[in-house]
């Protein structure tokens, strides 16, 4: 039996395991990895305290100081998620269960990706899926954003003002993206429309080099000469195991308040698994240990 079980272990989930096991509180953490989405960049400008960080050091370094308090981590996939006169029941894919007081919920999203040849071998060395976390690394250098919504129109609005072009490019003739926005991109002259077009590859050495890309009427490819590929295509929250359990969202994300209390008691719910606009590490790092200590609290007053 757990005071708190926490699904995840990227910035929400350390952090809330750091301040839960500080609070005296018998902590466990469960992940299918370690450091979630910000384990994967090489370099991070914008997280208070570092200047510059590699995100897998910076995870590093919050897991130690979570777990030097004392929690607990194991590895695995949670399925199922009840509860029984005040108790959560936890079931992971490999059958085991484990049973906690209070549940904390930051499992992060998960991008989608292209799926073609590169992505996965660039990811954190030229691919990215933030421009608002990356954009910077390409000042006046070559860039391309793929997707037709609006953080693509948007990532390529804001990568405008720091690179020395931007390619946008799209599977259709058309966006997604808002009206407003689409007008705005299309008056910058340091971005370049690739419409009717579907990436087909990423090429580079130690870094992006090039993107390949596809006419979906001809099928002529073209290779663009970029030093970053911004994949911006949306994402995806893994939260099917809570549905009838939780309220969420039509994106499957979870419905909090302003504590990061869900829509049930003692379940609270941090980061990008939930509703929080701007996925960003420091954002989760904070609503991390609200919750936590939200989780806190809960427990005292039971």
Not at 157 to 173: C, P, Q
Request: aromatic share 8%; glycine share 10%.
């Amino acid at each position: 039996m757990y005071d708190v079980l926490i699904i995840g272990a990227g910035a929400a989930g350390l952090t809330a395991a750091l301040y839960a096991s500080r609070k005296k509180l018998k902590t466990i953490v469960i992940s299918s990895d370690i450091g979630g989405q910000t384990a994967l960049p090489a370099s991070i400008e914008n997280y208070p305290g570092f200047e510059k960080i590699a995100g897998a050091e910076l995870m590093g370094k919050i897991y130690s100081q979570a777990f030097k308090w004392g929690a607990e981590i194991i590895q695995g996939h949670v399925i199922k998620v009840s509860e029984e006169k005040k108790i959560f029941n936890v079931t992971l894919e490999n059958k085991k269960e484990y049973k906690t007081r209070a549940l904390i919920l930051a499992a992060g999203k998960i991008p989608k990706l292209m799926n073609v040849p590169g992505e996965k071998e660039f990811m954190g060395r030229g691919v990215s899926s933030c421009v608002t976390c990356d954009g910077p690394f390409y000042k006046d250098k070559i860039a391309a954003i793929v997707g037709g919504g609006n953080s693509a129109v948007g990532g390529a609005v804001e990568l405008s003002k720091i690179a020395k072009k931007v390619y946008l490019i799209h599977r259709r003739d058309e966006f997604r993206a808002d009206p407003v926005e689409v007008e705005k991109v299309k008056t910058l002259k340091n971005v370049e429309l690739v419409l009717n077009s579907i990436p087909v590859e990423v090429k580079g050495e130690q870094t992006v080099q090039a993107l390949v890309v596809e006419n979906a009427n001809s099928k002529e490819q073209r290779e663009l000469l970029v030093n970053g590929v911004f994949v911006e295509i949306g994402y995806f929250v893994d939260s099917e195991f809570l549905k009838g359990f939780l309220e969420l969202n039509e994106r499957g994300e979870i419905k909090t308040d302003n504590a990061g209390q869900t829509s049930r008691k003692g379940v609270f719910a941090a980061g990008d698994v939930t509703t929080v606009p701007f996925k960003q590490t420091v954002i989760s790092a904070g609503e991390g240990a609200k919750a936590a200590l939200s989780a806190f609290n809960y427990l005292e007053s039971q």
